[in-house]
Every structure is written in C-alpha cells, then in structure tokens.
C-alpha cells in the first residue's frame, strides 16, 4: 500500500486583487467572512480546498463555470502561486519551490491538457505529440520514437506526418493527450480537456481515457463541467461551488447522499441508472439454503417465505443456483437427498454487483423469481426482486423531477460556452445504453403476487444506504429518464 497520496492540497486559497492576502485571512478567520471581504477589490477564486488524489486515481473536479476549478488545477502544478495553503506533489510542498525546481517537477511529474489542444499549428503530429520531450532536451530519436508510442496508444499512428489542421477536433483532442502520454509523467491534469468535442467523439475519447488509465495506471485530475462527464470518469468527483469544494465522493455517494441541496440539485438530471449499480437496490435475499441440506428443508424454507424458488449455496456463500418449488417437492416425493441434482441455474437470471441499474431491467423482467446479485467472487450478494428495481427507481426519477431548475446562474467567463456551464441532454449517455421502454418492466409486466419474494407485496427499502423506496411506482415515471435520450445513436 502507498502511504503518500500522489497529490494532497492543504487550506489552499486563491485570491485575485491587490489585497488578496487581506482577503484570505479574513476568508480563514472571520466567521462573517464573505460579507468582510464585500469591500475588498478581489475575487475569492478557491476557498480552502482541502483533498487528496490517490495514486492511479481518476479525481474529477466539477462546477459551473466561474467555480474556480481551473484557478485550482493551476495551483496543482505551480503555474499559479496560491494566496495561502499548501500543495504536495508526492510528499513535497511545491509551493516552497524556486521556479527552476518547479519548472523541473512540471516536467518530470506532471503533464497538462487543456481545452484547446494548444497544438502548433507548422509542427506535425509527431512534433507535436513530442513537444514535452523536445522541451525536456531528449534526442531525436527517442523523442520520435516516445511520440510515436504515444500516438499509437490514442489510435493516431498513421497521422504522425500530418499538421494539426489536418486533423478533426477529436483527432486534435487525442494529439494533446499524445502529448501529455509521451511526457511520461505519473500525475496527468486535465482542464476540460473534451468540452470542445461533440457528444458522440467525446465519448469516444473518454473510453479512451478510461482505457488507458486501467493500462498506465495514471493519477488525473479531470476538471469538467459536465456532470455526466464526471460520474462517467472519476474515480471520485469533488463538487466545487463560488470557489468551495462542498463535496466529495464517489459517484454513487453524491448521488445517493448530496450533502447539500446544491449538490442535490445539480445532480438532479444525471441518469442514475447509469451510476448506481446492483449493489446499490438489492435486497436481502429470504430464502437462502445450504447446498448440504436436501430437498426437505428447501421445501421448507420455500414453504415459509412464500416464494417460487430458493437460493442454494455451497462453501463460502458460492452461488450455485435456485431450487424452484416443483423440483423440491418432486424431489422428497423421489426420496431425493442431493440438493445440487435439482439446482438450477436456468430459472433465476444472474447479474453481478457492479452492473449498472440500467442493465437489470431485462434480466429482472425475464427472471420469474428475483435476480440473484453475486460478486466478483461468485458469492451471492443479494437479490433484486422487480418490485424493488421499479420502486427504486421511482423515487430516482422523483428527485430528478424536483430538481430540474437550475442550481445558480452561470459567470459569463471566458472560454466556456455559457450555455454549456450545465449538464446538457446532449452529453448523457447515449440511447444503447439505456433502458428502453420495450425492456422495462412496465406496468403490464408486474409481478404477480405469487413471484414476489417479499410475501407482503410492499417491497422493502434496498439495505444500506440505497435510495429509499416507495411502493407506488407510475408506469410513466419509469419509462421518463428514455424520453431525454430517444434519437441517440449507439
Ligand atoms: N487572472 C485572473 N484575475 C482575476 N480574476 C480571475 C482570474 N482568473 C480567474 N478569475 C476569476 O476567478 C473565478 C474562478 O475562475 P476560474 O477560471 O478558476 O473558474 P472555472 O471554474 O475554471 O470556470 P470555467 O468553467 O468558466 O473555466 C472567476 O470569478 C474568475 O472571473
Ligand atoms: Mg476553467
């Protein structure tokens, strides 16, 4: 296990105007800070931050324009003094840094992408892809040979003799992450580094971020505006509003427990399917037996807990299949006594923990008894009766519809569309991966009193920490979050 984090940020301000450093200390001291520094000439741009990024973690920082997520990836690598606070790069504080020995860490430890590729025009590809490597003093050879693998990985090879202006936006937008790759530094800092892609190719390249990040095992700071963008992305998304971090967690955190409204706003219009995952709605499974016990006491345990089919275990909670209540009883009238010539594997659909919402609907539609949940392990995890899955997302979709306004007006600042500052329907998971409503367990496919597990036919609230669910599911509600997404192509 490491001990140092690759990035850890201490009580770190920014404050712009001439009496910054008057201004931080208010902002530290005063409990009434914000209306203390109202006639100060100065714009608080981070506000105590206070983090840490994980080696090989993707760590997303979101919020709306003017949130101060950039003037804090600045502070990260140096290119920005903060007003007061520390950064640590692998245990150093930077801010104590002479330029010469900042100048070094940038260039050995950590590589920056931005929005707008800042790719050189008269220089190829290649040069390009290997501009951090020119400016380190590489030879030529090596540098082109770098560039070269680099490129390979962001699926560019053939273009490396190519100009920049030959090239689409996100060809452009992969020669920038060339480049910071072929830097071979450990941290990579992204500042909305996809914003300028359309929605489709934008997908593409964060697959392709994905993709690499589980190869190299980079550390990123991904700074994004994009909701969607963040959840699909990071590891772990801290939310940044006027210049605070009020948040942070993983997806599924900020999803399930906003710990304010703001943050409960702004995720209001993510689709939630695509976050939360199996482990977040199933439930204890009643019936559960040992594969060493027979046919009798499965009989009996499906006798008591009123259900279609019995859950079968062996050593260590490996999850083997169901019994149904026909082959029980068949098998005691047989005189049967092994448990596992009557298991079935056929009968209950299997999902494992990490699968999203959206890819239970057909397997729990199609599954006569609830979805057996098992993990990587193979261990059965739980199970998802249809009746919890509906009325999970029920009340998804009801915070969703509460909370469609929006959290605040965006700055005007500069290079952002402003009309982009929210996360926009244009950038949601596209339609292939969402549940459409020809799979959906809609009303009209309900189960039927004698399939539902819970005997009381109310459906329990998922265990843990999963959302709360409500008994009454409206057909519509279910079949809401596909209406944003209808149209989009795979
Ligand atoms: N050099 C600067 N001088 C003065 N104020 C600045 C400067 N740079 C940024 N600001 C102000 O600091 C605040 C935070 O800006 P910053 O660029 O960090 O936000 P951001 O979250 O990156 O926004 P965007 O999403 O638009 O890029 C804004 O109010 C901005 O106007
Ligand atoms: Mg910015």
């Known amino acids: 296990m490491e001990t140092v984090s690759a990035l850890r940020v201490k009580s770190l301000y920014k404050v712009y105007g001439n009496r910054a450093d008057k201004a931080a200390e ?9 209306e203390k520094l109202a006639g100060l000439p100065v714009t608080a741009a981070v506000v105590d931050a206070n983090f840490e990024v994980k080696r090989g973690e993707i760590f997303v920082v979101m919020g709306l324009s003017g949130s101060g997520k950039s003037t804090l990836i600045r502070m990260l690598n140096g290119l920005l003094p903060p007003t007061y606070g520390t950064v640590e790069v692998d245990g150093v504080d930077i801010t ?11 260039r050995e430890k950590m590589s920056m992408v931005f929005q707008h590729f800042a790719l050189q025009p008269h220089r190829s590809v290649l040069d390009n892809a290997g501009y951090a490597l020119e400016i380190a003093g590489l030879p030529r050879a090596e540098r082109r040979e770098k560039a070269l693998e680099a490129l390979r990985m962001v699926g560019l090879d053939g273009w490396a003799d190519k100009l920049p202006q030959e090239l689409s ?3 452009r937008q992969r020669v920038g992450l060339a480049r910071a ?11 909305e580094a996809f914003s300028a892609l359309d929605p ?16 190299l095992g980079k550390t990123i700071v991904f700074i994004t505006h994009d909701l969607n963008e963040a959840m699909r992305l990071g590891d772990r998304i801290a939310v940044m509003r006027a210049g605070r971090i009020v948040q942070i967690g993983t997806a599924e955190e900020i999803l399930t427990d906003p710990s304010n409204d703001y943050v409960a706003q702004f995720v209001a219009d993510v689709d939630r399917t695509r976050i939360l995952t199996a482990s977040a709605v199933m439930e204890r499974p009643l019936g559960v037996v040992d594969v060493n016990s027979g046919p009798r006491v499965a009989a009996r345990v499906l006798r008591e807990t009123q259900t279609s089919a019995v859950y079968v275990t062996g050593r260590g909670k490996q999850y083997l299949g169901t019994v149904t209540a026909d082959a029980a009883t068949q098998a005691v009238r047989d005189g049967r006594k092994d448990l596992r010539e009557i298991v079935s594997t056929e009968y209950v659909r299997t999902v494992e923990d990490t699968t999203p919402v959206a890819d239970i609907f057909a397997p729990c539609a199609e599954s006569p008894a609830p979805v057996a949940v098992v993990d990587a392990d ?8 249809r009746i919890t899955l509906l009325s999970a997302l029920g009340s998804l979709s009801s915070d969703a519809d509460e909370g469609s306004t929006t959290p ?46 819970t005997g009381d036919g109310t459906g329990t609230a998922p265990a843990g920490n999963g959302p709360a669910a409500t008994p009454e599911v409206p057909a519509q509600a279910v079949a809401e979050p596909s209406a944003r997404m209808t149209g989009e192509p795979a």
């Open 181 to 191: 790759l072929a830097a071979g530094t450990d941290i990579m800092l992204m500042d």
């Open 408 to 453: 605040e007006p965006t700055h005007a600042a500069d290079p952002a569309p402003t009309g982009d500052a929210m996360p926009t329907g244009d950038t949601l998971p596209t339609g292939d991966t969402l549940p459409t409503g020809d799979t959906l367990p809609t009303g009209d496919t309900l189960p039927t009193g004698d399939t539902l597990p």
């Open 378 to 385: 193979g261990r059965l995890a739980g199970v998802i009766p």
């Open 96 to 106: 104590k840094l002479k330029p010469a020995a900042l100048r070094k860490l940038r």
């Open 169 to 171: 936006g996100g060809m």
């Open 26 to 34: 208010i902002l530290r001291n005063s409990p009434d800070r914000d």
């Open 200 to 215: 489709l190719i934008r997908r593409e390249v964060q697959d392709q971020l994905i993709g690499l990040q589980a190869e």
